[in-house]
Nanobody
Framework: QVQLVESGGGSVQAGGSLRLSCAVS????????MSWFRQPPGKEREGVAA????????FYGDFVRGRFTISQDNAKITLFLQMNSLKPEDTGMYYC?????????????????WGQGTQVTVSS
């Protein structure tokens, strides 16, 4: 059974940092595409960052602008998101997503598996 479990969310002040983790289990092989999405209050889910597991290629949403870094643990299937210079508009529920096949990373329907999410709150 595939499971994605996020951790590391919390409340910080603007300018602060958080490191999110996503522990992935149940895959027989490493997912081809792993990503972070977020859903701000009252808004649609949006892509934050993605990594192509085989190549290590990374992709970021335009709003990230060098503040976030996505990475993966090669020994275990763990996905990380280091978030620096956080802004109040970064507030939202952050989700980890995984796909067995590579697809358009920004499209939520590219992913088969999702975690339950971890809340990030940034105060001004």
């Amino acid at each position: 059974q595939v499971q994605l479990v996020e951790s590391g969310g919390g409340s910080v002040q603007a300018g602060g940092s958080l490191r999110l983790s996503c522990a992935v289990s149940g895959f027989t092989t490493r997912p081809a595409l792993m990503s972070w999405f977020r859903q701000p209050p009252g808004k649609e889910r949006e892509g934050v960052a993605a990594v192509l597991s085989a190549y290590g290629s990374t992709f970021y949403g335009d709003f990230v602008r060098g503040r976030f870094t996505i990475s993966q643990d090669n020994a275990k299937i763990t996905l990380f998101l280091q978030m620096n210079s956080l802004k109040p508009e970064d507030t939202g529920m952050y989700y980890c997503a995984a796909a067995g096949l590579v697809g358009p990373w920004l499209r939520p329907d590219s992913y088969t598996y999702w975690g339950q999410g971890t809340q990030v709150t940034v105060s001004s």
